[in-house]
């Protein structure tokens, strides 16, 4: 009987020894890691097939040329002459107009739920948002903004690889995946054929569209961009790091 | 026997608890350590102060919850072997600077972001992360804390912003600088960048 008594204890003071030793182990590891932590692989792999490494880098200077000296001029005149709810509401009319792209996209991956948003956003902002220039359907909970679906991203959930990593002139990154979900998109806009909502559609109407579209949009993407060189070692190198890792994200989501 | 199980239950249930509570512990210094950064930037007090010394006390605010070289060293990776002892701490301290400024700059002229802490991961030994929302000028962002249990205590190695990774960004920018340069390239080129005004007080995130 007095064995037992004094096993018990006994028992529990190795049980909680054990544990001691344990953490204490675990702790000791993780002290004389931190060298080793420092040289392992990144958790977001950054491999990316580049294979027109030479040819991106001189599109991605040409692109750079274009945008600092004419895309950036004409947007800063368009933010310097536009009242800031006005630039908000052109940007908003421009996003509405993307629906079917963004409803298709999400029925092609089978995200019925997203697809259901997107078609309550579009009806209430298209009415009582006055086609779009107004985002009324903000302030109900289940059509609150989500994150914006494409063609490029449905081919990804298919599982069609990146392909090569491009710098499209003009157009910026992409991959052979996302320039086939691009024409994709295309395909599906309201504003382009075989889709094209509006009649004898000439190509001045629909370049002017299509640039007065771009730029509403061009003042947050020449900002990111401005940022995204402004703190870059190689503006190049982080840019198409960035874009495979927001798209690989995307995809994965 | 009941007994034994019962208050083996009870050591483990204690020892679960303690971590998730060390857990919790790490969101609140994380929480405490976001407000103070973002009072320094929108306080009335240092509205007027000169960039370099907005960001002097940004740094100041970060410094005293966490270590920035531990995520500046994970960015480097095995890169920093190919450095000297003196073009480690020069490397270390120009990206530090080069981060505060994108940082401070990106964030001014906007309004207080709100930004709330959710859940906390445990995702290995040793490691954590803490998710979290940023809603700025009525956009809603992801943002992902990557901590670690270090030497030094718990560091944050890893943010990620809406799918992208910065230490990762930048581990591939530096992987692909030493292909073609060194290391007293890689400090000409963070100088060039700290004086250059690319990201001046027009840029916003």
């Given at each position: ?10 028992t ?13 182990t ?19 792999s ?33 933010t ?5 709810p ?11 107009l ?11 991956q ?8 997107e078609?309550?956003?579009f ?31 449905v ?10 990593y491009l ?9 052979l ?6 024409f994709?998109?295309?395909a ?38 401005k ?8 503006p ?6 960035g ?9 994965a989501? | ?7 083996t ?67 480097i990776?095995?890169?920093w ?18 981060v505060l ?17 959710g ?22 962002y ?6 670690r249990?270090?030497e030094?205590g ?14 990762s ?6 992987d ?7 290391g007293?390239?890689l400090?000409?080129r ?16």
């Amino acid at each position: 009987m007095k064995t037992q008594k004094f096993k018990r204890p006994l028992t529990w003071a190795s049980l909680i020894g054990l544990l001691a030793a344990t953490s204490l182990t675990a702790q000791v590891q993780n002290l004389t890691g931190d060298e080793d932590f420092y040289i392992e692989d990144v958790d977001e792999s950054t491999d990316v097939y580049d294979p027109f490494e030479s040819v991106n880098r001189f599109t991605f200077k040409f692109n750079d040329f274009v945008l600092s000296n004419t895309f950036q001029p004409l947007t800063d005149v368009y933010t310097a002459i536009t009242p800031d709810p006005v630039e908000k509401g052109a940007s908003n009319f421009f996003h509405n107009l993307g629906y079917p792209v963004r409803l298709a996209s999400n029925l092609l991956q089978c995200r019925f739920e997203g697809a259901w948003v997107e078609t309550g956003r579009f009806a209430i902002n298209s009415t009582v948002g006055i086609v779009g220039v107004f985002t009324p359907a903000d302030v109900y909970e289940c059509f609150a903004p989500i994150k914006s679906e494409d063609v490029g991203q449905v081919f990804g959930a298919w599982g069609i690889g990146e392909g090569p990593y491009l710098i499209l002139p003009f157009l910026g990154p992409s991959n052979l995946r996302d320039l086939a979900g691009f024409f994709g998109d295309r395909a599906l806009s309201p504003l382009n054929e075989p889709l094209g909502v509006i009649d004898d559609w000439k190509w001045e109407w629909q370049f002017a569209l299509s640039g007065t579209g771009y730029t509403a949009r061009s003042p947050q993407i020449i900002e990111r961009y401005k940022k995204l060189k402004g703190s870059s070692i190689d503006p190049y190198s982080s840019l198409k790091n960035g874009y495979t890792q927001y798209r690989r994200g995307a995809v994965a989501e | 026997m009941i007994s034994f199980f019962f208050k083996t239950f009870l050591v483990f249930g204690l020892l679960l608890g303690a971590t998730v509570s060390a857990q919790e512990a790490q969101k609140e210094k994380l929480q405490g350590m976001i407000d103070a950064t973002l009072d320094v930037i929108y306080s009335d007090t240092h509205a007027r102060l000169p960039a370099k010394e907005k960001q002097a006390k940004v740094r100041e605010k970060l410094e005293s919850s966490y270590d920035l070289d531990v995520m500046i060293r994970y960015a480097i990776g095995k890169n920093w072997r190919r450095m000297s002892e003196g073009e480690q701490l020069e490397v270390l301290e120009l990206v530090k600077q080069l981060v505060l400024k994108a940082y401070v700059i990106g964030l001014e002229g906007k309004d207080r972001p709100s930004v709330s802490l959710g859940e906390v991961t445990e995702t290995g030994k040793s490691r954590i992360e803490i998710e979290s929302t940023m809603v700025l000028d009525t956009k809603t962002y992801y943002i992902l804390y990557r901590l670690r249990q270090m030497e030094s205590g718990w560091q944050i190695y890893d943010i990620v912003a809406e799918n992208v990774s910065v230490s990762s960004n930048y581990r591939g920018q530096i992987d692909d600088h030493f292909r073609k340069g060194s290391g007293a390239d890689l400090i000409a080129r963070l100088e060039d960048l700290l004086a250059k005004d690319e990201i001046n007080e027009d840029t916003k995130i």
